[in-house]
């Protein structure tokens, strides 16, 4: 079994830096029966065990002072089902790799986020999710999962095996156990034409449903301190493809998206007061384009800035009411806030702790350039949120307890019920999940 400590101080630290830990060890398994051999290890030890992926969650849903399990030998695809529709892939794969070994096979996923560094397992866990009016979430395109439980048992479940676990572990939060492999559904590859344009906050606002409901994939962020908008409306093509030009593409995603953007978030926190006027100035930075490409290439985008973010969804139709007050909160407050807040949505899935269980949701996104004080504007933000019975995203800043996860997720208690019998000892247990789920 491979073992190794991550740097000299044997620190852990996320993507934004928000969230550090020190394990007693970590472990780098090559196969799923050195996972389950370094579980049962742990137990003689009586330490906690968690599996980490990239480290993009904002939350400290993978930290711990016991072992940490790093996936990254454990990569790759195991069998694709032409005839089924699925691919089953190794829990510690990037996604980026996923998608572009699908692509080589013709094959795609539905839909996915606005990012792919995430590994699989990480990415579904924490219930990673793009926008969408037929589909958003990675988690509710799995069809069967692998996860080693705590006794070092290996457990598999899809809707006809182990199906009480199928419902609950798509979005387990690493509170079940150590997913090791996923089977999601997938498609032939297809065609995506992106339609990007400016809008001003109040005529995307005004006409959001005619918006949701005209287009397979509507997203938008709203630029604070400005009534501008920039509006993304992806649907499928006949084609032929017209993927962005390499210079254009250059330009606006790396050094305007983020080169300019960077620049403009360290001159914003050295001189807060000059937010407004550079908020005003990148909103109208990018104009409108249309192209057509793959899925993954018109999904995601890449986002070298680094901040940290809070998410919450609210019911489809408390969007609209939730944003104009988010809006007039920032206007009427000495906030100075240099990110846009982003805007999607999601068809209700049938997840016990997906953000979309049982419900029509729509997603608001608040972020801050990394070394930025947020909590004053995430507070103010989650007051408004939870007032609409808002769901935190897993892996995103939020301060809600298990109290007020019983209150709006029907099946929170369906969950907690199959993390007592899988997981009595609580070996996958840390701060985090005793704050979100309870002792």
Not at 40 to 50: E, H, M, N, Q, Y
Not at 119 to 140: E, L, P
Not at 286 to 295: C, G, K, N, Q
Not at 320 to 342: C, G, I, N, Q, Y
Request: proline share 5%; with cysteine; glycine share 8%.
């Amino acid at each position: 079994m491979s073992t190794t400590v991550s740097g000299k101080s044997g620190t852990w630290r996320n993507w934004a830096g928000n969230v550090t830990a020190r394990p007693v060890r970590e472990v780098v398994p090559a196969s799923v029966e050195e996972l389950s051999a370094a579980v049962r290890k742990a137990a003689d030890d009586g330490l906690k065990v968690k599996a980490v992926g990239a480290g993009h969650s904002f939350t400290a849903a993978a930290a711990t002072d016991g072992v940490l399990i790093r996936p990254q030998l454990l990569t790759g695809i195991r069998k694709i089902d032409r005839e089924a529709g699925t691919v089953t892939v190794e829990a510690g794969t990037p996604l980026k790799r996923l998608n572009a070994a699908l692509a080589r096979e013709g094959l795609s996923l539905t839909n996915m986020g606005d990012i792919m560094e995430q590994t699989v397992s990480g990415a579904t866990s924490t219930g990673t999710h793009g926008t969408g009016r037929d589909s958003a979430s990675i988690a509710a395109q799995i069809k069967g999962l692998e996860l080693v439980t705590a006794d070092g048992s290996v457990l598999t479940c899809s809707e006809t095996e182990n199906p009480e676990v199928f419902a609950a572990a798509r979005i387990g939060i690493g509170a079940l156990g150590i997913v090791t492999a996923i089977t999601f559904s997938v498609e032939p590859i297809f065609l995506l034409t992106a339609r990007e344009e400016p809008m001003t906050f109040d005529k995307v606002t005004a006409d959001f449903d005619e918006l949701f409901t005209e287009n397979e994939h509507f997203e938008f962020y709203w630029f604070p301190h400005t009534g501008n908008c920039n509006t993304k409306r992806n649907n499928r093509s006949a084609g032929p493809e017209k993927p962005v030009g390499p210079i254009g593409g250059w330009i606006e995603d790396e050094f305007l998206s983020n080169g300019v953007f960077h620049a403009a978030n360290l001159l914003g926190r050295a001189l807060p007061a000059t937010i407004p006027t550079i908020a005003k100035i990148s909103s109208r930075a990018l104009s409108a384009r249309t192209y057509t490409d793959i899925p993954y290439k018109v999904f995601t985008s890449p986002r070298r800035v680094r901040f940290v973010e809070m998410e919450y969804a609210v019911p489809r139709e408390a969007l609209v009411d939730t944003l104009r007050e988010l809006k007039a909160m920032v206007d009427r407050s000495t906030l100075r806030v240099s990110f846009p807040v982003e805007v999607r949505t999601a068809p209700a899935d049938d997840i016990a702790l997906s953000t979309a269980s049982g419900r029509d949701s729509a997603y608001i996104a608040v972020h801050m350039f990394r070394g930025t004080p947020y909590q004053a504007y995430f507070t103010a933000a989650e007051r408004i949120f939870t007032a609409h019975e808002g769901r935190p995203h897993w892996g995103k800043v939020h301060t809600r307890d298990a109290e007020y996860f019983a209150k709006v997720y029907p099946r929170f208690g369906e969950f907690t019920a199959l993390r007592d019998r899988l997981d009595p000892d609580r070996r996958f247990a840390n701060d985090y999940l005793r704050r979100v789920l309870g002792s």
